[in-house]
């Protein structure tokens, strides 16, 4: 069991003009599931693979519990990774693959096996413990893969979006599972995805990054409640939430489409950047938001409305329908929220103001 | 990377729709390729007096000749020379490869200042021709005293072999998902524990194929060989061309290609021996898991 710790953690791969991760201070307990979440090329894979000790860290340094491992090799670490194609041997059993950071340890054979297979039960691996990788399917490979890192029980789990590669389906499937499996295991953990939904649902705190920058990091519901900024706004939720960008009067007072943001004053004439999720908004019979229906995506228990506003840059809004009142394609609504649902920040430095 | 040997029992697929004609084709290959080996076995088999007799199939069968290429009375010991040539290809084989995967893992694998030039160094010696080594090495060896030994034959084979190996293996190992590598890694190896116990053991197909391929080229080496060797050292290419008959006006020829059939087979042997290794390296990076 341990913590992790990165401290002010810089890496700059050798010719690349930026830093791919730059300045991350970031804390994770002992026993807790850590998400790394953000769009393609944000670097989490390469946070993922500083902590494992496949890249060399620029500045900063990473600690396990109370250890600097930021000089380490792999394999002093005790760390176990899943990787994204899961890398297994293709020349070993599966039971071979299980085993063979065991087998490198240097344990007795019989521990081995009984590890082995022990881990392979948990899996419901058994049946195929004789089997080469390339007999397996993807979410078997998937299972080795996992039970690769769990004969080890090691100090950190790392995964690189482990799942893929799997259909929808199973992803769901998995998703449960190995968020269950780590309770069970109280194996600290570091889980990388792009998947906002597999984010909020298996972290016990979700790390967004962006261009290399942790943007923030809490509770699934303090992300979605509470957005630290545009970014993290505009990329935790589905669908995203809207933003609108607009200016504040005279005295500092913010209204979007004559919904006042009381209590929320700001410069006078200050651009700031309302948002709305599109579950809190509401048909509203005045006030509101005016909104023409673009497009109405029915997903069976949901619709979402997307519009364009009648606001300062027409911008598009999406909107939750509610019960059986879906709009026309064409149609004319307004759309109200309640003030203290609406997100509040400033357009020039995207930060959140409360 | 599918291809390394595999215990479970799928079945190839029966192939139907291609028939005939690749069937032809293939023929057309394998005598195209083989003629010239047949007619060396046909004359070898035959009786001396029926040497320059064309009809295409074995006549007048005889071991006469196999007993003339190894009688040593004459001054020949084509034994001995296969001996040598033995002996000479698995040093340079070996060395070859060994240094070959070395090179290859570092080329494939680790980014340093000047590999493009390195790997360009490689491929310029490849490109250069035998012929004009031989001269400045004859110097050199007689200098060193090394000629008539078996070092002035595998010295300069290693340098003609390592391009050969150093390229096969550095494509194949460039094709090799380093991934695993860093499982192993992450897994508690060190870096050369994952080459050993993951790469290498992925990488054999190319090996053998390389080795192979170094062994045939070694094997088949003359023009080096016949100065820098003496008749004690001399390999089989330079033993064949000095052969001697009883008459010294009179080339014996059935004897020489008696000699040949023998020379020929170890090297038929051991390609039959690594023939599924050899075709899995040639296929190998083709198919991905
Ligand atoms: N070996 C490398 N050399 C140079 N730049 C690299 C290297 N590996 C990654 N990068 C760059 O670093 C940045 C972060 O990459 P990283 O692989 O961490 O992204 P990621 O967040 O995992 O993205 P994805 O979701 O697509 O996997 C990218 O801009 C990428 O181009
Ligand atoms: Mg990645």
Known sequence: MASITFDRVTLQYPGAERPSVSDLSLHIDDGEFLVLVGPSGCGKSTTLRMLAGLEQVSEGSILIDDTDVTEKDPKDRDIAMVFQNYALYPHMTVAENMGFALKLAKKPKAEIRERVEEAAELLDLTEFLDRKPKALSGGQRQRVAMGRAIVRSPQVFCMDEPLSNLDAKLRVQTRSHIAGLQRRLGVTTVYVTHDQVEAMTMGDRVAVLDKGELQQVDTPRVLYSRPANVFVAGFVGSPAMNLVETEADAQGRVSLGGIALEGRTVEPGQRVTVGVRPEHLRPAAEDGIEVEVDLVEELGSDAYVYGTADLEGSPLVVARAVGDEIPEKGSRLRLSAEADLLHLFDTDSGLRID | ?289
């Open chain 2, 1 to 289: 990377m599918t291809t390394t040997a595999d215990s479970a029992p799928v079945k190839r697929r029966v192939r139907t729709g291609e028939g005939w004609g690749s069937y032809f084709s293939g023929g057309v290959i394998v005598l195209w390729c083989l003629l010239p080996f047949y007619w060396m076995m046909v004359v070898a088999f035959r009786d001396v007096s029926q040497t320059f007799n064309t009809t295409p199939w074995p006549t007048h069968l005889t071991l006469d000749n196999f007993v003339a290429a190894l009688n040593t009375s004459g001054g020949n010991n084509l034994l001995r020379a296969v001996g040598n040539s033995l002996l000479v290809s698995a040093i340079t084989t070996g060395i070859a490869v060994l240094l070959g995967v070395t090179v290859s893992y570092a080329l494939a694998r680790l980014n340093f200042k000047g590999k493009g030039f390195i790997t360009g160094i490689i491929l310029a010696a490849s490109m250069f021709p035998g012929v004009a080594l031989v001269t400045p090495l004859f110097q050199l060896f007689t200098d060193a005293g090394w000629i008539g030994t078996y070092q002035a034959l595998i010295v300069p084979n290693i340098s003609f072999a390592l391009p050969l190996t150093i390229y096969t293996l550095t494509a194949f190992l460039h094709d090799l998902p380093w991934e695993l590598e860093e499982a192993a890694r992450v897994d508690g190896a060190t870096r050369g524990q994952a080459f050993m116990k993951v790469i290498l053991p992925l990488a054999a197909p190319a090996v053998f194929t390389t080795a192979i391929l170094a062994f045939i080229a070694t094997w088949n080496e003359y023009l080096l060989a016949s100065q820098l060797s003496r008749p004690n050292v001399e390999p089989v290419t330079v033993a064949i061309a000095r052969f001697a008959g009883d008459n010294p006006y009179i080339q014996p020829y059935a004897a020489i290609m008696a000699a040949g059939t023998i020379v020929t087979v170890p090297l038929v042997i051991m390609v039959l021996i690594f023939q599924r290794r050899i075709v899995a390296g040639l296929t190998a990076g083709g198919v991905k898991s």
